[in-house]
């Protein structure tokens, strides 16, 4: 490390011992198999020029609480092993531990390690013990610690390696730690096993649905056991079903049984009403529950048609979807629920129904909130195969690990209502030859040998053999299909890009329905716009020569104008989209920028322009197009802002619906009536500027609808905060995010500020983030300063345990502070 990187993390060292003092060193129960594993575990960073791949007495650790990654709280550095690709920011090789006691009562039970996600080629030892390797940086893996352990007072100890040195071995910023939840879980020695259940409903009806329970039953004793298996379905607490039966189940052995029952007038899941049930499987040794199962499931029928597209329940529905990466902005990777909660609450007011789990398999989490918000899940394995993408990545373990890999996902997820879709593959470089038709069978053998009950695909790009310009592929003859496309493998055929080429998807693949899981890849900078909205521009002009010819300061103009040569602009594909009912939905490139990935850019640039969504979470001016056509609320919504030189003329667009018409007025005066014509998705004026107001009305029926005003603003002069939560939960994990906005002495929106932004706290938390969504930024995430992007700058508050106030303040050179306060209980 450089001085500058000790100093940094010594200091974050201090902080974590003071955030440690505020919330307690106990861990909490999750339900009665599991408790949280995730608080008070010592850290130790390996330094490169002095640490060997080993740990010793004289290493130094810090204490901190899980989920951690190590990467974000470092430096951005153009010289990182991991390119910008992924974020400019440095693996390493890190070291966990932790120090727990197991109760007496317990030494008759099965205990076991439950991890979540670690990134990556983690390697575990209990009480010296070594348990095993994970290379997947993914997946959710467990230990069985019971032979292992030493019961009542007397301590254990776990460490956890995680080797991320690597580099690079992600196209995009993987984040390094275990940054997913842990979690110890306590069994009897007869239970159901590890994602051992599975809750299918072949026959569903608005009358009546049949429900089957698959349970897979563990006896670890060394006799056999008789036992009673119940399973009762509950929705809202209230029984709705019960079903039992007898088994005998060998010494040491395991055995899935199948219990069948009936729901009378089902409550169907659905995307604006996502209701659960619950089915709750009891394990009885005569009169004593040896273990007790819960596994959320859902009521619903699905089908993707050839001619029809999607449907959910019988409906047509388009799915109208978006890929996330993994990262959640300033927190680096590091999960929390509420920050991934907040995403898709911010999806979900722009009218999103899916969630693309790009391109690896997600947090638990994740998934359950889908379950509860209504999201309809590409579920998705891999980035990679045996052709590796980067030399150092998950091709290097593929042999050995894809088959273990790829059954733990569906075990783990398969129970999810929101799951519709398995995706086999990303952009996989074998789809174009006889590799992609092997291991593409074999993929899709492993999903349908564990579900059956959804459809397989795979991202291809494209999946045709595309020869010529792509913008000239309708015809009436078939293409050929790739290797993998046309090897039978797949239920879905899977389109990442070729907009141009949907129309003609059922003379292409006559038998297979359409997906399209990846699209657009639009560029913009929040705030930022060119002088002509109407040139559309590619950018870079090859995807493998590196882009020079930019704007200053590495920005993108934020008008919907600037594409990836592979992709369009957002509103060229959504008007493909909307127009067949055979295209069944898609999922764009993406619904928030990310770390790493750059596009166009290279250094400085260290995250991505991708996103509908900046970083910090602050929308993009086509995130209202996406609302004003996929939601029934009313929109209206002018860009950009109105503070340019004397004498320019400035392009003005308008997003509305639910309207005939936008009239525009500069300082009071009408500057003319615009309506959509065709497949028009917004309406423009050309506006000599005058400082003032642009104000814009849209009208139905001769009424207004809404009205909207931009003004010029003066020098910026105050602050102003606004909290997403005023009250969160006192437990050490719940967020509150901060946004704070710049405004001139008239109370105008300043839209083109950039002021450096200091925040202090008091109280009952602490500050985990900041951030302003500038993809240019180098600011420490994990700092208390960072400057605003166009007049917008967010922190982020995480509470202590003790309940009370939290008091934020945000100054700035020159400005009126504002300050905010947070209830934490």
């Known amino acids: 490390m450089t001085k500058i990187q000790k100093s940094f993390f010594k200091a974050l060292a201090m902080t974590a011992l003071l955030t440690i003092a505020a919330c307690s060193s106990s861990d909490t129960k999750e339900n009665n198999r599991k408790v949280t ?72 039970k099965i205990t076991s390690v439950v991890f979540d996600g670690v990134y990556c080629n983690s390697e575990v030892w209990v009480n010296g013990h070594y348990l095993g390797k994970r290379p997947n940086g993914y997946i959710s893996f467990e230990y069985n610690l019971t032979p292992y352990l030493k019961f009542g007072d007397t301590k254990n100890e776990i460490i956890v390696k995680v080797d991320n040195s690597k580099q690079p071995n992600s196209r995009w910023y993987s984040g390094s730690g275990i940054y997913r939840n842990v979690w110890l879980q306590t069994t009897d020695k007869l239970h159901v096993g590890q994602y051992g259940t599975f809750v299918t409903t072949p026959k569903v009806s608005a009358n009546e649905t049949t429900v089957v329970i698959a349970a897979t039953i563990k006896n670890e004793y060394a006799e056999a056991k008789e036992a009673t298996i119940t399973t009762t379905l509950y929705k809202r607490d209230k029984e709705t079903a019960t079903v039992s039966q007898k088994v005998s189940i060998e010494a040491n052995a395991e055995k899935t049984i199948k219990q069948e029952t009936t729901v009378n007038n089902p409550v169907l899941w659905n ?61 680096g990777t590091a999960f929390n629920t509420r920050a991934m909660e907040r995403q898709l609450e911010i999806m979900k007011e722009m009218g999103v129904n899916g969630i693309r789990t790009s391109h690896n398999p997600p947090a638990p989490e994740l998934l359950d909130l889908c379950d509860k918000m209504g999201f309809i899940v590409m579920d998705e394995a891999f980035d990679m195969w045996e052709q590796p993408k980067n030399k150092d990545d998950y091709s290097t373990a593929w042999a050995k690990w894809h088959k273990a890999d790829l059954e733990a996902q569906i075990l783990r997820d398969r129970n999810h209502p929101s799951v519709f879709i398995w995706s086999i593959g990303n952009e996989i470089p074998e789809q174009w030859n006889e590799n992609g038709a092997r291991i593409g069978k074999e993929l899709a053998g492993i999903v349908k040998a564990l579900d059956t009950t959804r459809p397989v695909t795979a991202a291809m790009n494209p999946p045709i053999i595309v020869s010529g310009d792509i913008n000239i592929q309708f015809t009436e003859t078939a293409a050929q299909p790739n290797a993998l496309a046309g090897s039978g493998a797949l239920d879905l055929i899977g389109y990442n890009y070729a907009h141009q080429t949907y129309a003609n998807h059922k003379i292409n693949f006559p038998k297979t329905p359409f997906i399209a899981t990846e699209t657009t890849s639009g560029l913009q900078t929040r705030g930022y716009y060119d002088k002509n909205s109407e040139e559309i521009k590619q950018w870079p002009k090859r995807w493998d020569i590196p882009f020079h010819d930019g704007n200053p300061g590495n920005t993108v103009s934020a008008y919907d104008q600037v594409q990836t040569p592979w992709g369009s602009t957002h509103e060229a594909t959504w008007k493909v989209m909307k127009k067949y009912d055979f295209l069944s939905g898609f999922y764009i490139w993406t619904g928030f920028d990310y770390i790493g990935e750059p596009t166009p850019y290279l250094w400085p640039s260290i995250s991505s322009y991708f996103g509908i969504v900046d970083l910090a979470g602050f929308p993009k001016d086509v995130y209202y197009m996406y609302q004003s056509e996929w939601t029934n609320k009313d929109v209206l919504h002018i860009l950009p802002h109105w503070n340019w030189k004397a004498g320019q003329t400035v392009d003005v667009w308008a997003y509305y619906n639910n309207a005939d018409e936008v009239e525009l007025y500069l300082n009071g005066k009408s500057l003319g009536k615009q309506s959509k014509k065709g497949d028009d998705l917004h309406v423009m004026w050309k506006v000599p500027y005058a400082s003032g107001t642009l104000k814009a009305i849209s009208r139905k029926g001769g009424k207004t609808v809404l009205e909207k005003e931009v003004k010029t603003a003066g020098a910026p002069a105050a602050l102003k905060a606004a909290a997403d939560r005023a ?11 901060i946004t704070v906005d710049i405004y001139d002495a008239n109370g105008v929106f300043a839209a083109t500020a950039n002021n450096e932004i200091n925040f202090s706290i008091k109280g009952n938390g602490k500050i985990v983030g900041v951030c302003s969504g500038d993809p240019v930024s180098h600011e420490s995430y994990k700092g208390t300063k960072h400057t605003a992007l166009n007049g917008k700058c967010l922190v982020v508050i995480q509470s202590h345990e003790k309940a009370g106030t939290i008091e934020v303040t945000a100054s700035a050179k020159g400005l009126k502070a504002a300050t905010i306060k947070i209830t934490a209980e």
Do not use: M
């Not at 290493?59 to 390119?83: C, I, M």
């Not at 009250?727 to 995010?737: G, H, R």
């Open 37 to 108: 594993f995730n608080k008070n575990w010592q850290f130790h960073l390996n330094d490169a020029a002095n640490d060997k791949d080993t740990i010793s007495a004289a290493t130094q650790w810090r204490t901190l609480n899980l989920p951690h990654d190590w990467g974000v709280e470092g430096k951005f550095d153009e010289h990182s092993p991991a390119g910008t690709g992924g974020g400019a920011l440095t693996g390493g090789l890190g070291w966990y531990k932790k120090t727990f006691t197991v109760a007496a009562a317990d030494s008759t």
């Open 271 to 331: 995307v604006e009403s996502p209701e659960l049930y619950t089915a709750i499987t009891e394990i009885k040794i005569g009169d004593d529950v040896a273990d007790r199962y819960e596994t959320p499931f859902g009521i619903r029928s699905f089908k993707f048609d050839l001619d029809k597209g999607f449907l959910l329940n019988g409906k047509q529905l388009k799915i109208k979807g978006v890929c996330l990466h993994h990262d959640l902005g300033p927190l």
């Open 727 to 737: 009250t969160i939960k006192a437990d050490c994990t719940d967020l509150s995010f």
